[in-house]
């Protein structure tokens, strides 16, 4: 309309303005408290587009402050590089720490027995007149023993893996409870510290193992 384009001009002609002209600057301070405003709310709709999303913090963060087992002092949860993006993926890495650190406790106790000369009597291979006595301590040991153990080794190595505690069973529990040391159904914060410390015994084991072989 006629006002909506010149409300000065009719504030004239009614004699409704000022002569000092203050209606005129009035107006011309709305317009410019309206373009203020109209730019803050732009730059305010700028920032949050650049703004980290809550959303995906919630999401990439998979419950992580939940996940108690392995996360213990000093460190608590410890992944530096932001390998851990998601629930699936942080179950397959645990599961594989889990198994790395089992393999090398073992590890380790085959080193504290062979180390101290605690071997079977006999043959390890008669047809190479070959004792159990004469394997050297440290990886040198392994290629000491004949091709055909060692086949034997893989072959057994195998059906653990495959068959009697399958790693496709990524919770690491295979069922064995001895007895009141691990009950974990009627004590459930024992199964907490106990796999907690199996985790960190494991982690010690893998920096032993590679320790001893370096």
């Given amino acids: 309309t006629a006002w909506e384009r010149n409300p000065t001009s009719r504030c004239n002609r009614r004699g ?17 408290n309206k373009m ?21 913090q919630t999401s990439t963060a ?17 992944d530096p590089l932001g390998y851990i993006t998601d629930d699936e993926k942080f179950t397959r890495y ?5 198994k790395h650190g089992r393999v090398a406790m073992m590890a380790m106790l085959g080193t504290f027995v062979h180390n101290n000369k605690w071997t079977f009597d006999g043959y390890l291979s008669p047809s190479n007149n070959l004792k159990f006595s004469d394997i050297d301590s440290g990886i040198g040991g392994l290629f000491q023993v004949p091709a055909a153990g060692l086949a034997q080794i893989l072959v057994f190595m195998g059906f ?11 919770d690491g529990d295979y069922g064995i409870r001895l007895g009141k040391v691990n009950n974990w159904e009627q ?3 024992k199964k907490v510290r106990q796999q907690n410390a ?9 920096m032993g193992i590679l320790g001893n072989m370096v």
């Fill in 16 to 32: 409704l303005l000022p002569k000092d002209n203050n209606f005129a600057q009035l107006i011309d301070i709305r317009n410019r």
């Fill in 36 to 56: 203020k405003t109209a730019i803050l709310a732009s730059l305010i709709a700028g920032a949050a587009a650049f703004a980290p999303s809550q959303t995906a």
């Fill in 62 to 78: 998979l419950k992580v402050s939940e996940q108690e087992i392995g996360a213990t002092a000093p460190l608590g949860f410890f």
């Fill in 94 to 98: 645990r599961a594989v720490e889990r």
């Fill in 160 to 170: 653990i893996e495959l068959a009697w505690w399958p790693a496709t069973k990524l």
């Fill in 187 to 189: 004590e459930p914060a």
């Fill in 198 to 206: 199996e985790l960190n015994n494991g982690r010690a084991a893998m």
